[in-house]
DNA sequence: CTACCGATTGACT
DNA sequence: GTCAATCGGTAGA
């Protein structure tokens, strides 16, 4: 396995080709507890100053401040007293992310059980403040640079397969605006994926 | 300073 | 299916 981080240039781009390209990546978080690490299957495509459903369209603030620096970031936010984790694309300046939102465990089991206390296997790392919690991550990785490899990253590493067609695209979870466009991608029928079954398809 | 509310989750009918 | 907990960020007095 070639478990490079993903370089500069692969967050350097579109955000929606971004979010279609980080399906079946896999993201590791390593902690002094240990190594947990799981393929990713479920994102959404946040679109800045051009979308207002992103919390970069009403300009920056202290909370959104690293999704307007550079590509390759980690950009974490509280809702709901949880945390949610975001990767930052395309150059400094235009504020766009992707919202990681389900993963499919892969190392690390009892770490993550433990975190999550003691849960089924499914309801894990299923939803982005749940996975969060799973991997450890809250605000003071907010700005964290997923291309060094260390703390948490994403590898230049397919483990999961996810042709086109295995790729469903679909509305965005929980929001109030922007509700028709499809900004949400996930891989078809994995058991990682959020939402009730509605979301599913 | 207070008041409102959300890119959620989990418990409950 | 419905609904309340939870608390930091933000806007407004």
Redesign the pocket.
């Known amino acids: 396995m070639s478990a490079r981080p993903l370089p500069r240039e692969f967050y350097d781009r579109d955000v929606v080709q971004v979010a279609r390209d980080l399906l079946g990546k896999r993201l590791t978080r390593v902690t002094s507890e240990g190594a947990t690490s799981g393929a990713i299957v479920e994102v ?1 495509a ?1 679109r800045g100053q051009h979308d207002p ?4 369209y ?1 300009g920056q ?4 401040a690293t ?1 307007f620096g550079p590509p390759g970031h980690l ?1 974490v ?6 945390f ?1 984790m ?1 990767v930052v694309t395309e150059p400094a300046g235009v504020a766009h ?1 992707v ?1 990681i939102r389900g993963v499919e465990p892969l190392d690390g089991l009892p770490l993550m059980q433990q975190r ?1 206390g003691r ?1 089924p296997l499914v ?1 894990l790392t299923r ?5 969060c919690q799973a991997m450890s991550v809250d ?1 003071t990785l907010d700005g964290w640079d997923l291309t060094l490899g260390r703390e948490i990253w994403i590898a230049d590493e397919q483990v999961l397969p996810t042709p086109d067609t295995a790729i469903i695209a679909s509305p ?5 605006s922007a509700q028709d466009a499809l900004l949400r991608f996930f891989v078809n029928r994995n058991a990682f994926v ?1 939402g ?1 079954k ?1 979301y599913h398809r």
Do not use: V
């Open positions: 959404e946040y459903a992103a919390h970069s009403r603030t202290a909370r959104n999704m950009y936010y509280t809702i709901h007293a949880k949610c975001n992310a919202l999550r849960e309801e939803g982005p403040a749940r996975l605000r965005r979870i929980g929001i109030s959020s009730p509605r």
